[in-house]
């Protein structure tokens, strides 16, 4: 009898332990779960970032196949100050704000334009760069001279780039590309007509390749503001990206990095 009440006493412990362990770890889960994102980050060391790795000269592969750029350099020094490891997942410009939707990773950095429609539905730092749209086309073409000339032509966008609305608002037939670089190809292999995007890509992209065949023939007058993009409701995060963003401004850094990739401030 003895032996049969202690074989019951040692499992009914056993039960009450297990019972403990399972509400621990809710408990953990659910500490966890009320932390903001920001705290977690900290807590983990490493923030995720979504970017292209193929848009020089804000995110792409040296020579030495390392990914640099722009934006990887001024996130990279953000979250140096912030004392967090910052990890790039690189995918594709049409799928990049999906995947931060997902949660595959905690903010995207890749020259995002700041629009009233992301502004709704995704937090935003405040603007890093400042970009004006331009119109390229082949060398050769006299027929496109403003965005009215696009009306029955073919143009090479991302699917979920502002510069495919403008385009299309204007009449034209997109061809969806992956990037900057597959559109000029299209435009030098006169598959279509021309591009719309951002004239610092395009002075880098001359820079690098001054033979290229393409010249812009219009230049919009007011610039984008572009920042990171972040998952709604996570101010603490936003608030410590601005204040990195505005040290750097302060102690030289970003101009420093600005001139490396410009050779002028380019936040203005």
Known sequence: MRKLLLSFLSILLLFALAACNNTE??????????????????????????????YAPFTFHDNNDKLTGFDI????EVFKRLKIKPKFIETKWDGMIAGLDAKRYDMVANEVAVRPERLE????????IASKAVLIVGSDNNTIKSLDDL??????????????????????????VEGFNQAIDLITS?????????SLSYLDLKKQRPDLPIKVVYTEPNATQNAFLFRKDNPELVKAVNKALAD?????????????????????
């Open 25 to 54: 770890k809710k408990n953990d889960a659910a500490s966890s779960a009320n932390k903001s994102l920001y705290d977690q980050i900290k807590a983990k060391g490493e923030i995720t970032i979504g970017t292209e790795g193929t």
């Open 190 to 198: 006169k598959r279509i007509d021309g591009t719309i995007n951002d």
């Open 73 to 76: 350099e001024i996130a990279t």
């Open 121 to 128: 539905k995704y937090d935003m730092s405040n603007p890093y």
């Open 151 to 176: 009306k029955g032509k073919k143009v090479g966008q991302s699917l979920d780039s502002n510069y495919r609305v403008v385009a299309e608002k204007h009449g034209a037939t997109n061809t969806v």
């Open 248 to 268: 750097m401004q302060k102690d030289g850094t970003y101009l420093k990095i600005s001139k490396k990739y410009f050779g002028e401030d380019v936040s203005k």
